[in-house]
């Protein structure tokens, strides 16, 4: 499927849910794709990207910097706390913020540094013992806790559980966000992003379906 087809279907899904065309952010899940595929979906005028590990991201990105304007870069995969320097001085948003630890690690660096990227917050809404994430009872205690730490708390983040209903769990996602007065939902993928779109995702998470399937783990 190319990346037109993506945002057709995108701009088609948005205005199914009577949204405005252009307000779902389309996230191209770049992780363990060769820089050639990468450079063919920069070359279509395309600017926002993920990526799943600090490593890998500052392997890639910092050469594509220097040739294309605009980059839009989010770390979307777990982030353990020694690597969060990096991933602030690497990244735009990083959707994983899931630990207490991680909350107090960027308060102390945004800091140091004058500045955060913006934050989602991952809730575990399937409650998946092998999942980061918080939990949906402590959800917002945790939010409430980032914002008091003054950290750039943009909305929430979710992966469901492959062998459930994925609007079941995107619209869990949406009621915490709304009663805590948070706009961004990160949610939805390839297979179920038009769901997440009625749900009112703001951001979703496309890869294969954009770049063909992965070269390696």
Known sequence: MSLDEIKSRINAAEQAAGRAVG???LIAVSKVQPNE????????GHRCFGENRVQEAAGKWPAFRERFDGLDLHLIGPLQTNKA???MELCD????????KLANTFARLAQERGGCPDLFIQVNTGEEPQKAGILPADADRFIANCLDMDLPVQGLMCIPPAD??????F???????TRNGLAGLSMGMSSDFESAIALGATHIRVGSAIFGPRVAS
């Open 93 to 100: 948003v990083i959707h994983s913020l899931d630990r207490l």
């Open 171 to 177: 619209a869990l996602l949406a009621k915490i966000a």
């Open 37 to 44: 595929r990468v450079e063919a979906v920069l070359n279509q």
């Open 164 to 169: 459930e209903e994925p609007s079941l769990h």
């Open 23 to 25: 307000s779902v952010r």
């Open 85 to 87: 320097r990096q991933a």
